[in-house]
Every structure is written in C-alpha cells, then in structure tokens.
C-alpha cells in the first residue's frame, strides 16, 4: 500500500464543510494532525523519532537514534563505542523515559550505528600545509626551554620545542 492510499484510509480527507476544497489551509492542517494522532497511536518509529530528542536529552540525541521499533523492542543505533557504553550504563532510565511518554516498549537493544553523512575529513596535505613543525611557513625561533633553533608554530602551540614537548609527555621512569 503506497502513502496515498494509506492516508485516504487512515484519514477523512475532505471531511467536514470544506469537502472537496483542496487548497485550504486548514483541511491540510487537520490533516497532518490526525496523522500525528495516528503516528502516536501506532507507536510508530516516527513518534519516537519526534519524542526522541526531549526523552533522552541533547547530547545523546545528537549521537544515538532510534533505528526501529517493532514488537515492543526498540533498536537504537550510537555513532561510537562511548555512546554504546552510555546508552547501556543509562538503559533502565531510558526505557522509564519511553514509558513516561507514552511510548509502549517492552525493551531496548542497542548497536553501532553510522549515519549515511559522512563528515569531510581534511586530506594529508592540507594538515601538512598548516602543520606546526613547518618552518618553511611559521618559520624559526629559539626554544626558550633548550635554547635551540625550533619552528615557530611548536612554539607558540605548547610554548616550547616539539623535544621538549616530549619530555614532557614521556612518563618519567622510577628508579
């Protein structure tokens, strides 16, 4: 069954004293709310969807999405292993979130999940070519921890030569 026909039988259209006038607004508004009213008696995925945000709040929202509901389980897929972690560590509240909503799920599962925008990652040659080390760009200054020659970008970034930096970074080993 297409949308059309599912709308048609689902929905009144043309109900009421506007019968037939296709170009009202409010004809066109009654009937996207009586298909909210039908999404949310269905529990749809696309009621979750439209809860979503409000029920599991900005950061998870923005990282995890409810993928399918089907027999009462809700799948929810994260964009990273840590978001995996918290939707599991916060489970229990999740799922009396749903159901404080009005959402009928019997249980969550939870997987990977990687949205079809892909994020345009900036090529080795265009990191490079604003790479601290290069004196060739920032050119050179004196290291005021050694004293020695170093690339001005190192300096400015962490105040110090990339060897110095180093020696900071290296755990220190007991003796």
Known sequence: MNFD??????????????SGNTSNPSSLSKCLDQLKVEWNKNQSIASLWQDWPKIAGPKIASNCIP???HGGILTIGANHPQWIQALMFN???LLAALKAE???IKDIRIKQ?????????ETEN???????????????????????????????????CLL??????TPKRRV
């Open 102 to 104: 009005g959402h009928e």
């Open 67 to 69: 993928l399918t509901f």
């Open 126 to 160: 265009a990191i490079w070519e604003e790479h601290p080390s290069r004196s060739d760009i920032h050119g050179k200054n004196c290291c005021p921890i050694c004293n020695v020659p170093a690339p001005s970008g190192e300096i400015s970034l962490w105040g110090k």
């Open 5 to 18: 026909n599912y709308a048609n039988s689902k929905i009144n259209v043309g109900e009421g004293s506007n």
């Open 113 to 121: 999940h990687y949205p079809q925008k892909s994020i345009q990652k």
């Open 164 to 169: 110095c930096r180093r020696q900071d970074l």
């Open 91 to 93: 489970r229990i509240q």
